[in-house]
């Protein structure tokens, strides 16, 4: 599985099987300065109510696409405003994301 992580304001999500959109314009203003390699930024993503149930519907996607059609790896765009900050905090961290 090839992961890519991206930024919307950066331009267009790249080429992927799945694309994941993180987009959130309610994170805090003293996170902007920060990273998903800080750990107040990868505290607030794992906070996020819904990063478990998504997390747990992309294995599906990914498990289906291998079961199925696909005869290589398979490709996941994940995207956010900048790409700064949730995207890296779910494909950068052991245990935080799908792994095949």
Do not use: K, W
């Not at 003293?30 to 930024?41: G, K, S």
């Not at 995207?79 to 494909?91: A, E, H, K, L």
């Amino acid at each position: 599985m090839h992961i890519h992580t991206f930024g919307y304001l950066h331009g267009a999500p790249p080429p992927a099987h799945i694309t994941i959109d993180l987009r959130d314009q309610h994170i805090s203003p003293d996170l902007r300065h920060l990273t998903a390699l800080d750990e107040p930024v990868r505290a607030a993503v794992l906070a996020t109510p819904s990063i478990p149930v998504l997390t747990e519907a992309l294995t599906v996607m990914v498990l289906a696409y291998l079961a199925g059609p696909m005869a290589g790896p398979v490709t996941v765009a994940v995207g956010c405003q900048g790409g700064r900050r949730r995207p890296v905090d779910r494909t950068n961290f052991p245990g935080s994301g799908p792994h095949f």
